[in-house]
């Protein structure tokens, strides 16, 4: 016979366990959707906030330059995940695609930062 607290212990194990399948499964559409999101060019050409206020976005333009609410430029090149943005210094960032309009930006110091499409 199960002492109380194997007792207790058991039935969370029978609750958690499907509790535990369905965060698996979720967890498993959240990455198969984000890896139908193609990160590249087209993807970021346009303009993104880190505020949702889009009258302090960063342009994105085809060419490969980009542009912020205050007027300072510079290069931007994707490789893979990786953006890398050359103005009057380089800032080297990690693109996590969240859906279209929305990605997570991991900077160079590990911090998470969310952009969102204006």
Do not use: K, Y
């Not at 029978?14 to 399948?21: E, T």
């Not at 990690?94 to 279209?100: A, S």
């Amino acid at each position: 016979m199960l002492s109380g607290a194997l007792r207790i212990l058991a039935a969370a194990a029978l609750i958690a366990a499907p509790a535990a399948a369905a965060a698996a499964t979720a967890t498993a559409a959240v990455a198969q959707a984000r890896e139908a999101i193609a990160v590249d060019r087209d993807f970021l050409i346009g303009r993104w906030t880190d505020n949702n206020d889009c009258s302090v976005a960063v342009t994105f333009a085809g060419d490969g330059r980009f542009v912020t609410h205050d007027g300072r430029a510079g290069l931007w090149h994707l490789e893979g995940d990786r953006l890398t943005m050359t103005g009057q210094a380089t800032l080297v960032l990690r693109i996590v695609p969240i859906d279209r309009d929305t990605i997570n930006v991991i900077n160079p110091d590990g911090s998470l930062g969310r952009s969102t499409r204006c």
